[in-house]
């Protein structure tokens, strides 16, 4: 019992020490603390392809994910670039820019926030304007670095805050982290967690203000290639606990373009303004390294917001040749093989590139796919994982132990460009590749545009 008291007492100390500390508004994580909180252009990241989502995107690999979960970035390979523009509400603007560089160590990111705003004329007690308007901005300057550690993602950043209103001036600093753990298969579930704004209190003039730090979590649900859901849930220190919901649509036009809708609802604000205070859309255009999104954000009575987003990436390094090998057209059972997870790559992705790959195959017409449910299969991929064959002699003898002719394996890899996807066709007599090809593509949502391609290449076509 004493231990039990003890533990509790510990846990209302640990509790009331922000607070005390002021790093959390009064009556912190309810409604009653709204307003309370400083900095509030920290809240929501400026990114069209968040705001589109209604502020979604926990789960999201990008540049922009340095605002709102470091980890998020992770992934990145190369260099990239993003810029963005707010038109806000009462004559308001937000820009921002985030710079990543992918190095051994992880990746290295770099952003900064301005938020300029009319604060008006001055006024004298007649309420007649004299001299110079006033002036007030908010910025916000940092860095981060995030690394993948298998299928988990971690990320963290650090950022320089400060504020002017008039003459008066303040400033202080606030630490991001986060963690995305990736699932595996072909319809899989990724989560993340989240911690955003949390540092001490904003002092500006004689007051000071906690910064609208948050805890965030939330899931993506990859339906398929083309289309991701999410659900996510946000507590702010200076608001009630709510949820958001959203999707995203990808629509391939060619290897190396795209276009994307996106939808959500964001119900922090439900109650004051209604559906049209809590829905946000937008869309997305993709052309190689070229990246242009537009989110469309009402706010009710208030009025609404537009937000464009820019983004380019560069600097992938050369990629080998595929091998040339002549074509033939080839018949017959063939067994696929799984494809092999390449640099910046996960095994849910190379699965589901192995899945799409198998069925473009079969609607050749030129292939009767081995059944991956036959016993046989199952029994001869067990063997191989302990024989520790790859390449050509695996997908080989995978093919002679599930008696198919021929087999298929391959790779997927990843650079700033967007991924490359390899695959060969093994005669399982020889072990002798007879065709093989490679394809790039843009984003994971081309994924059944290369397996398409790969599928007339392999068959002669």
């Not at 963005?84 to 992880?106: D, F, K, M, Q």
């Not at 965030?216 to 608001?239: C, I």
């Not at 869309?283 to 380019?312: I, K, N």
């Not at 790959?357 to 009767?368: I, M, Q």
Request: net charge positive.
């Amino acid at each position: 019992m004493r231990r039990t008291a003890a533990a509790s007492l510990l846990l209302l100390g640990l509790a009331a020490g922000p607070a005390g500390a002021g790093l959390f508004p009064d009556n912190a994580f309810s409604d009653d603390a709204r307003g309370l909180a400083g900095a509030q252009f920290l809240k929501a990241p400026p990114s069209a392809r968040f705001a589109a989502l209604a502020g979604a995107g926990l789960t999201l690999g990008c540049p922009d994910a340095f605002f709102l979960n470091p980890a998020g970035a992770a992934g990145l390979s190369g260099r990239a670039v993003s810029a963005s523009y707010e038109a806000l509400l009462e004559g308001s603007s937000r820009t921002g820019l985030v710079l990543s560089n992918a190095a051994a160590s992880g990746v290295f990111s770099a952003g900064l926030l301005y938020r300029g705003s009319d604060a008006g004329p001055r006024l004298d007690g007649a309420g007649t304007a004299f001299g110079s308007a006033i002036t007030a901005y908010d910025a916000a300057a940092g860095a981060g670095w995030a690394r993948r550690f298998g299928l988990t993602d971690f990320g963290f950043g650090v950022k320089y805050v400060r504020s002017a209103l008039d003459s008066e001036r303040g400033a202080t600093a606030a630490v991001d982290a986060g963690f995305v753990f990736r699932g595996s298969g072909g319809q899989a579930t990724d989560l993340a967690l989240a911690l955003r704004n949390f540092g001490p209190p904003l002092k500006l003039g004689s007051g000071k203000a906690p910064l609208p730090s948050e805890l965030a979590g939330g899931l993506r649900w990859r339906y398929s290639p083309e289309f991701n859901v999410f659900a996510e849930g946000r507590l702010p220190s200076d608001h009630a606990p709510y949820l958001v919901f959203a999707g995203e649509w990808l629509l391939p036009v060619s290897a190396g373009t795209g276009f994307a809708l996106r939808g959500g609802l964001n119900f922090r604000n439900f109650g004051d303004h209604g559906f049209m205070g809590a829905f946000a859309g937008g869309f997305g255009l993709r052309f190689g390294g070229l990246s242009l999104d537009y989110a469309f954000v009402p706010y009710g009575e208030l009025g609404s917001t537009h937000r464009m987003t820019a983004g380019w990436a560069w600097g992938a390094p050369r990629r080998a040749a595929p091998r040339a090998v002549p074509r033939r057209r080839l018949s017959g059972a063939v067994a696929v093989a799984p494809f092999e997870a390449a640099g910046g790559v996960t095994a849910a992705e190379a699965a589901v590139v192995r899945n799409l790959v198998e069925s473009e195959l079969a609607k050749t017409g030129r292939f009767r796919v081995v059944e991956r449910s036959r016993l046989d299969f199952i029994l001869a991929e067990k063997k191989l994982a302990y024989a520790g064959l790859s390449g050509e002699a695996a997908a080989a003898e995978l093919a002679r132990l599930s008696s198919a002719k021929l087999a298929v394996f391959g790779a997927v890899s990843r650079d700033a460009r967007g991924y490359t996807v390899t695959a060969r066709l093994v005669d399982a007599a020889t072990g002798e590749v007879q065709l093989s090809d490679s394809v790039s593509v843009a984003e994971d949502y081309l994924f059944r545009d290369a397996a398409r391609r790969l599928a007339a290449a392999l068959s002669g076509d």
